[in-house]
């Protein structure tokens, strides 16, 4: 059964990251100077993890607030969402997150400019810029991400109303280290919409292959090793 709502959720959600991290990243470099200093690398990192965050404490309980299509694959690959809502969730993702980079574009052309609508560039100088390393990075990085959001969203003995604090935490930790590698973006929408806008599609696979690969990788791992056991106690219980 489809859920038109939840495809709304995911869509504005979406929009909120796609709209809120590029909008950090813009504002770093113009009032912080367009060099990676401690103080941009913190504000990128807490306006990426709080858009995500919030979103999750708004949307959590109407969509799942996946955000992000690497996300809804692994839940569609463990049987926690349809086809049918999968699909029309990660259609969702990429509509909002198209939408949020254009509404940026709008209105600051040219301060958005000057960091390309907040597009990932590809692997840094520190991978030697290097696709296959700029690959391994963001599946590492998705692979961990994904793995706090089963653990501590998905799995049924996880504590409740802590979701979007580790989820967010987990955002601002691997964006602290992963913007100097790659950008960090571990999301295939958070890529695409900025993409289109600035027309920059460099290394643009390795944003869509990295975070699908460490997002399955993650799920069934979570899934299969740690939550079906759990499952299956929580029932022998309630019997």
């Not at 100077?33 to 504000?43: D, F, K, M, N, R």
């Not at 979007?164 to 913007?179: E, S």
């Not at 590698?181 to 806008?197: D, E, F, H, Y």
């Not at 690969?213 to 740690?226: D, K, S």
């Amino acid at each position: 059964m489809v859920n038109p709502r939840a495809w709304l959720a995911e869509a504005i959600s979406s929009f909120a990251l796609v709209f809120f991290g590029p909008l950090s990243i813009t504002v770093a470099a113009v009032l912080l100077g367009t060099g990676l200093s401690l103080e941009s690398l913190l504000v990128i990192s807490l306006g990426h993890a709080a858009a995500i965050g919030i979103m999750i404490y708004a949307f959590g309980h109407v969509s799942g607030a996946h955000i992000n299509p690497a996300v809804t694959m692994a839940m569609m690959a463990t049987k926690r969402i349809n086809i049918k809502d999968g699909a029309g969730y990660i259609g969702s993702q990429i509509v909002g997150a198209i939408a949020a980079a254009s509404t940026l574009a709008a209105i600051l052309p040219t301060a958005g400019s000057k960091v390309q609508f907040g597009t990932q560039g590809g692997p840094s100088e520190f991978l030697e810029k290097s696709a296959s390393a700029g690959f391994a990075v963001e599946a590492l990085l998705t692979f961990f991400l994904v793995t706090t959001i089963f653990m501590a969203a998905v799995h049924r003995k996880a504590a409740s109303g802590f979701a979007g604090l580790a989820i967010g935490g987990m955002i601002f930790l691997l964006h602290l280290v992963g913007v100097p590698l790659t950008g960090a973006s571990m999301n295939p929408a958070r890529t695409l919409g900025p993409a289109i806008v600035s027309g920059q599609w460099d290394f643009h696979w390795i944003y869509w292959a990295g975070p699908i690969v460490g997002a399955l990788a993650a799920g069934l791992v979570m899934n299969y090793v740690f939550m079906k056991k759990a499952e299956k106690e929580l029932q022998a219980t309630a019997k």
